[in-house]
C-alpha cells in the first residue's frame, strides 16, 4: 500500500506539471522508522511501478530493490533524520515555486490554506549542487519546522504527515507561489500576521479532521 501510494504520488505531479521527464522523486518512510522508500533515478513516472522503488535505510544502504535510488537521495536521508514527523517527501520543479526559489525570493504567508498546511512563510535554502550532502543539509535548516522549502536556482521540497499530504504541500505552495506573482503585479501582497498565521496552523493540525 506504501509503495502505490509513492507511484500514484509520482503520477500525480507528472499530470499536474509540477515535474517533467524523470525529474523530481517522492519517498515515504516505513512504519518501523528506519528506512525508506524512494523512486529510482532516470524512470519515467507513467511507467514506474511498485517493484521499481527502492528500500533505503537512513544509513543509505540499499535494504530492497534492483534500481539505483533517486540522486536526492541524500536530501530525504538529511529531512527524515531531522523530523521525526515526516512520513512523506515530494521534491518538485513546479514554475512559480521554482521562479521565486531563482529569484531568492522566500513565499510569505499570504494566504489562509498556505498558512495552514505549511506554516508559513516559506524559506529559501541557498543553492547547493543536486545530489549533495550539502543541499542536504541547507534544505534541512532552512525547512525548520515548516512543511515547504525553496531550494535556490532548483525548486521545492513538500513534506507531511504522508506522502499524499506533501503533494497537498506541494499544490499549496505552487497554487501561492502563483498568486504572489499576480498579485504583485497588481500591488503590494498584504501578509496574514504571525500571530494569526500560528492560528490557522494550529487549527489544520488540530483539528482539521474528520
Not at 167 to 177: F, G, L, P, T, W
Not at 184 to 209: H, S
Request: proline share 4%.
Amino acid at each position: 500500500m506504501l509503495r502505490e501510494e509513492i507511484v500514484a504520488a509520482g503520477r500525480e505531479i507528472l499530470r499536474s506539471g509540477q515535474v517533467v521527464g524523470t525529474w523530481g522523486n517522492v519517498s515515504a518512510r516505513e512504519s518501523a522508522g528506519n528506512a525508506y522508500w524512494i523512486t529510482p533515478t532516470a524512470m519515467g513516472y507513467e511507467t514506474l511501478t511498485v517493484e521499481d522503488l527502492v528500500l533505503l535505510n537512513l544509513d543509505q544502504q540499499i535494504v530492497q530493490g534492483r534500481r539505483k535510488p533517486s540522486s536526492e537521495s541524500l536530501l530525504h536521508q538529511e529531512i527524515y533524520r531531522s523530523r521525526s514527523d515526516v512520513q512523506g517527501i515530494v521534491h518538485t520543479h513546479s514554475i512559480y515555486a521554482s521562479a521565486l526559489a531563482v529569484a531568492g525570493v522566500p513565499l510569505p504567508g499570504i494566504t489562509a490554506d498556505l498558512a495552514q498546511i505549511t506554516g508559513a512563510p516559506i524559506l529559501v535554502a541557498p543553492f547547493e549542487l543536486p545530489g549533495s550532502r550539502e543541499l542536504a543539509q541547507r534544505a534541512v535548516e532552512a525547512l525548520e519546522n515548516r512543511n515547504a522549502v525553496l531550494l535556490a536556482n532548483h525548486g521545492m521540497i513538500g513534506v507531511g504527515r504522508d506522502v499524499a499530504e506533501a503533494v497537498r504541500v506541494c499544490q499549496v505552495v505552487e497554487k501561492s507561489a502563483q498568486i504572489y506573482c499576480v498579485a504583485q503585479a497588481l500591488a503590494k501582497p498584504q501578509e496574514i500576521n504571525q500571530r494569526q498565521l500560528d492560528v490557522l496552523r494550529d487549527k489544520y493540525l488540530f483539528d482539521y479532521k474528520q
